[in-house]
């Protein structure tokens, strides 16, 4: 009885696609001093904190925490990135992205420009932003 409830469940995993694109799948990059953890579904990206620096984790950000998510064509990216404040856990600030994958495919560089707040509120101004991520093993 219980070998054939493991089974039926070990079907039922299969047949709804979990384990698809596994943490097997999923690679370690390096986003100025983070660690983080891309994972891809097709075109669908999305990087998540695997160990957010210390700053970071004074402004609520925690291991999987998103920080990007959007999609590649090509050898591009384009979606949404995230700032983390300390005045303002759990609400961060989203705005537009984009950018290319190097040739290689080692690194990912993507530009934006987002609203700066101070203490979770808007000023006004703006500033554009970089963000790199370089590969550095699979997780």
Do not use: I
């Amino acid at each position: 009885m219980f070998r054939s409830g493991l089974l039926a469940a070990f079907v039922l995993v299969l047949a709804f696609g979990f384990g698809q694109g596994s943490a097997q799948a999923d690679s370690c990059w390096n986003h100025n001093g983070s660690l983080m953890r891309l994972v891809a579904q097709g075109n669908q990206r999305w990087m998540y904190y695997e160990n957010p620096k210390a700053v970071l984790r004074r402004a609520g950000v925690r291991r999987g925490t998103l920080l990007f998510n959007g999609y590649k064509n090509g050898n591009y990216y384009v979606g949404t990135a995230r700032r983390f404040s300390k005045y303002c856990p759990g609400t961060p600030l989203e705005y537009q992205v984009e950018g290319p994958v190097r040739s290689d495919q080692l690194q990912v560089t993507v530009y934006g420009t987002y609203q700066v707040y101070r203490q979770c509120r808007a000023t006004g101004r703006y500033r554009d932003d970089r963000l790199v991520f370089t590969y550095v093993r699979q997780c």
